[in-house]
């Protein structure tokens, strides 16, 4: 039987998580701005980032809850930007 690889990697000096198999990572940039327009994007957040060190940005027409549990801090601001998909 075949083993599946998976590696994680945290690097505080960028501020960037990456996990994933080596054949796709998912970066997410805790220190920057995040947004926010449907609730895979919030799952992401929350797997990787304790901390978001710019702004929190609700973007598009959202009609499903959205779950932020292990988010424990927004250092920028919460917005709303119903124009954004």
Do not use: Q
Not at 58 to 85: A, M, Q, T, Y
Request: one cysteine or more.
């Amino acid at each position: 039987m075949g083993r599946a690889s998976v590696h994680a990697s945290v690097s505080n000096r960028k501020g960037r998580c990456e996990i994933g198999s080596p054949a796709y990572a998912l970066a997410i940039d805790c220190n920057g701005n995040f947004t926010i327009t449907k609730e895979s994007d919030a799952k992401d957040l929350r797997e990787n980032c304790k901390i978001v060190g710019g702004d929190l940005i609700f973007g598009g027409d959202i009609s499903e809850n959205i779950n932020l549990d292990g988010v424990e801090e927004v250092r920028g601001d919460w917005k709303h930007n119903p124009l954004s998909d």
